[in-house]
């Protein structure tokens, strides 16, 4: 910059100014020294004071405390003399007075005692000595000495005319307390032996109406009931400030005379709080206030002449130093602005003469921090990108978690420690009906437990995690849902963090399904009737109380007539609604004791508890008669109803369930052969002659069969719905006849089975099966029919592995069909055959599921590939809303455990369009296709319109 040009300003040298800042600094410093001095010294006065305070109380209260317990010890000692205490202890007042007559002159020359009195219980005075009048006793201590409580001596002040130290002790006699005995003394001896002790003069204060009025003291509303030199005390006592009464306050002090004297308070407990004593004492205190101000005034000029002499120094020594250090000072600034290269270059290292000082070193700090700023600017810039690009990626994760757990189709909760909701998904919202912020806060009970005759569960922090509670939940609305909970902990650090992770499911429509599959394990699911399931085990309940007790009753075997063409004319639908009025009017025909059931298709039956044979032919007469009233309109006209009955006593005409059914059925079919709406009652002698006569022509039959390889296979496609292919086929066995009739299963099974032919008959239809799939040459599959019996054959297994191994069929091609009912007969040993099974390769389906009554439990226990829902709910599918209930609840279970399910007696486009919207994997039925002989087994595509 150019030099400016030189003016006639008056110009200050630096040199001057700062000569002239540095004596006023000093200056100041000087004066505010000695100002500090001069508070420490008075601090130091107030100390010593405040100590002396201190020494006073204490001696005050030590000699308070001597004089207390001596005359607490009088008091007790005196009642207890040898020659008092006799008549104390006689309760003779006038002989304890003679007794302390002649003791009290002495107690008041040698103890200093003024008044000695004694009072009974009751606090009147029986005795007194000394003292002018009588003693004033607190009513606390009169309240003690009545109600006896005063066990021990006690001292109090009391300040009336004079101040005296009172010492009551209780007077015991036969171990109760008979009276006090009460002593005094004067505390003027308390004053003298202070002024003794500390060398103060003492002042006793204390409230009184009767004193002179020289002694009052209007400032404090006292007056002085006792001083050691009073006459020079009381105008120092009038003129002193403060207040005597709070010792904790600011001391007293009073100036008189341009004398300064400080009053100490020391006040004395007494239970007459309105007339407590207070004790001054006052010393002259204004010497040691010159010593101080003198002191005071000494340092401050010397502080002074140190200072003009320092600050000639320091200009001298400082110039040269400061001049850098504004250098310095001047350029730090730059680090500011970033401008680290110009600072560098301002402050350049120096020549010097001596080591360097504090201001090289700030020079150089200046230089090293400009190179660590400028790495820390870098620093900055790359971590701030950093923590940009981090809390980018923190935000799309937390977008992304919320997403999920908005999109997750089960109910999040998440808690506090005290159980408080802190958050819930959209999926608990749309469950609840309530929102986040409605519920944030809310303890979790509350808001999503519904209490229906207590909590289902305890306390959610007492909870097992993982293991899940089913309960209740209120909805907005009013609804209820079930909720399957899981509940978790979370490791969370303050108490608004997440501490429990909840998640529910609602189980409601499972709920539903569970209620609906437990009654229908029961019940005939069309016409709401026990099913045979029931029936059975309430027979034979029945049978074994009528053996134990010795009564009988009266089983009622019926059968539609002419069913079947009802069906058949009128379809399927008219049919069920016939069963259902028949269901109706057998139930309006019994009483309650009695059991009314269906044992399937067109057949029921009736249970009569102690019923006759008469009794049972009128009930079977009224049923005919009923069903005769009915009329069912349809399609093909008027149906009429009426029945066959076969009826069996019991346990007369059967010792076992199987044989009473079998014997029902024989009287049944005896009914039937005397023409429509007939009964018969059974005789042993049919039984006999007609189920001989029907197993000696099947077993016969079935021999043949066997020994002649006469069996034959009748095969029913089975469509898969996903693609509309067919390859998979039922073989169903069919049993010639010489008339060239062929017999269904259904007419010899049961004497294969009780004659132990089934198992032969079984490994025939397995080879027929194996056989027929070599010769087809394709990937299809055959499912073949298993019966109970044959579970557990070893031999069965050696067939099979030996006829594929022959044959070359993949073992996987093969499928065994077996009931759900003989599954469970022997469960340990289905599980163990079927593993044996499936270890070769072949496949198993679990047939007539839903007929048992724990379908789903075993279901979750056996190894089967496929599940055959039983046609009795296939069936009615299209009008019968329980049927699709059930239906799709064992769909969404069996898809549960993996499983593939079909659907049997497809008989119409509208089932099959029912059983494919509900996830069903193959459909079965006449719709489909009929069971044929010997069909060609190749994959093929369902037609348009099956037949």
């Known amino acids: 910059m150019p030099p400016t040009a030189r003016t006639h300003t008056p110009f200050l040298s630096l040199k001057w100014k700062v000569v002239a800042a540095l004596a006023t600094a000093m200056t100041a410093i000087s004066v505010c020294g000695a100002l500090f001095y001069y508070v420490r010294l008075n601090d130091q006065f107030e100390l010593e004071r405040a100590h002396a305070r201190e020494r006073y109380r204490q001696e005050m209260h030590g000699l308070l405390a001597q004089t207390k317990e001596r005359l607490q010890q009088l008091a007790s000692i005196l009642p207890a003399l040898p020659g008092v205490r006799a008549p104390l202890a006689r309760g003779d007042a006038d002989a304890f007075r003679q007794q302390f007559d002649a003791l009290w002159p002495s107690l008041q020359l040698d103890m200093a005692l003024e008044e000695a009195a004694y009072l009974n219980t009751a606090g009147k005075l029986l005795a007194q000595w000394g003292g002018s009048g009588k003693p004033e006793l607190p009513a606390a201590l009169t309240e003690r000495l009545r109600k006896g409580t005063l066990e021990a001596p006690v001292s109090y002040l009391h300040c009336g005319d004079e101040c005296r130290l009172f010492a009551l002790a209780p007077v015991l006699a036969e171990g109760r307390t008979a009276g006090a005995f009460l002593v005094s003394t004067s505390i003027a001896e308390l004053v003298v032996a202070f002024n003794r002790v500390s060398g103060a003069d003492l002042a006793v204060l204390a409230a009184g109406e009767r004193v002179a009025a020289a002694r009052s003291l209007p400032n404090w509303g006292l007056a002085v009931r006792g001083a050691t030199n ?151 810039e790359e971590r701030t990108r950093a923590l940009a690009d981090a809390l980018q990626q923190i935000s799309r994760e937390k977008d992304f978690l919320r997403g999920l757990l908005d999109s997750a189709p089960v109910m999040i909760v998440t808690r506090n420690a005290a159980d408080q909701v802190l958050s819930i998904n959209r999926c608990a919202e749309h469950v609840s009906g309530f929102t986040e912020a409605e519920l944030r806060g809310r303890p979790f009970a509350e808001c999503m437990i519904h209490a229906v005759g207590g909590l289902p569960f305890g306390s959610a922090l007492a909870t097992t995690d993982g293991v899940p509670a089913e309960a209740t939940l209120l909805a907005r609305d009013g609804s209820t849902r079930e909720i399957a909970w899981s509940h978790s902990h979370i490791a969370g650090g303050g108490p608004d963090d997440p501490a429990l992770l909840s998640v529910g499911l609602d189980i409601s429509e499972r709920k539903r399904f569970e209620l609906r599959i437990a009654y229908l394990a029961d019940h005939d699911a069309l016409t709401g009737l026990i099913n045979r399931r029931r029936f059975q085990q309430e027979l034979e309940s029945r049978l074994a109380a009528a053996r134990r007790f010795n009564r009988n009753g009266t089983l009622l075997f019926l059968d539609l007539d002419n069913f079947k063409h009802v069906n058949d004319t009128s379809g399927h639908q008219a049919g069920d609604n016939l069963l259902r009025l028949v269901a109706d009017t057998l139930t309006g025909l019994v009483r309650g004791i009695d059991v009314t059931a269906r044992l399937g298709g067109d057949e029921f039956a009736l249970l009569l508890e102690q019923t006759a044979d008469e009794g049972a032919q009128e009930v079977a007469r009224k049923v005919n008669h009923r069903l005769s009233a009915l009329a069912l309109h349809g399609p093909a006209g008027k149906h009429r109803a009426s029945a066959s009955i076969g009826i069996v006593q019991y346990p007369r005409d059967g010792s076992t369930v199987k044989e009473l059914l079998a014997n029902a059925d024989i009287a049944m079919y005896q009914a039937k052969n005397h023409g429509r709406a007939c009964w018969h009652i059974f005789t042993g002698e049919e039984a006999v002659g007609e189920r001989l006569r029907n197993w000696v022509y099947w077993e016969e039959h079935i021999k043949q069969a066997l020994e002649q390889d006469r069996c034959v296979l009748h095969f029913q496609p089975i469509l898969e719905l996903a693609g509309g292919r067919i390859i998979h086929h039922e073989a169903l066995l069919r049993l010639p006849l010489e008339d060239g009739r062929i017999a269904m299963p259904g007419e010899f099974m049961d004497v294969a089975e009780r004659g132990g032919l089934v198992r032969e008959l079984d490994r025939s239809v397995a080879r027929h099966a194996i056989r027929r799939l070599a010769r087809s040459g394709e990937e299809h599959m055959l499912a073949v029919n298993l019966s109970g019996l044959s579970i557990g054959d ?137 069971a044929r002989a010997e069909p060609a087994l190749r994959p093929q595509y369902l037609a348009a319109t099956p037949t």
Request: aromatic share 8%; with cysteine.
């Open 794 to 930: 070893e031999t069965f297994i050696s067939m099979l592995r030996a006829e594929l191994a022959a044959s070359g069929v993949a073992p996987g091609r093969l499928m065994f069909e077996i009931t759900e009912t003989a599954a469970v007969a022997d469960f340990q040993a289905a599980r163990q055959f079927m593993a044996d099974v499936q270890a070769i390769g072949c496949r198993f389906a679990l047939d007539d599921f839903g007929a048992g009554h724990a379908s789903f439990y075993y279901l979750k226990q056996l190894p089967v590939d496929l599940i055959k829902i039983d046609g009795i709910f296939v069936r009615g599918l299209a009008s019968n809303p329980d049927d699709r209930i059930f239906v799709k609840a064992i769909v969404d279970v069996a898809r549960g455990f993996g499983k593939r399910t079909v659907a049997e007696f497809v008989e119409n486009a509208e089932t099959l369009e029912l059983v494919k919207s509900y996830g069903v994997d193959f459909a079965q039925g006449n719709y489909i296709g009929p």
């Open 230 to 380: 009073t006459n020079r005390m009381l105008p120092v006592l009038a003129a002193a400030e403060g207040d005597p009464r709070n010792p904790a306050g600011a001391p007293l002090r009073s100036l008189l005379e341009a004398r300064e004297y400080q009053l100490s308070a020391i006040p004395l407990a007494s239970l007459d709080t309105g007339r407590s004593p207070i004790l001054i004492a006052i010393e002259d205190v204004t010497e040691a206030r010159d010593r101080v101000h003198g002191m005071t005034k000494r340092l401050l000029w010397a502080a002074l002449a140190a200072s003009v002499f320092c600050a000639a120094a320091l200009y001298l020594m400082l110039s040269q130093p400061l001049r850098r250090l504004t250098h310095t000072a001047d350029t730090i600034p730059l680090l500011g602005n970033q401008a680290f290269a110009e600072l560098r270059r301002a402050i350049l290292p120096r020549r010097r003469l001596f080591p360097p000082d504090e201001i090289d070193r700030v020079d150089q700090t200046a230089l090293d921090l400009s190179y660590r700023l400028e790495d820390l600017e870098r620093q900055v």
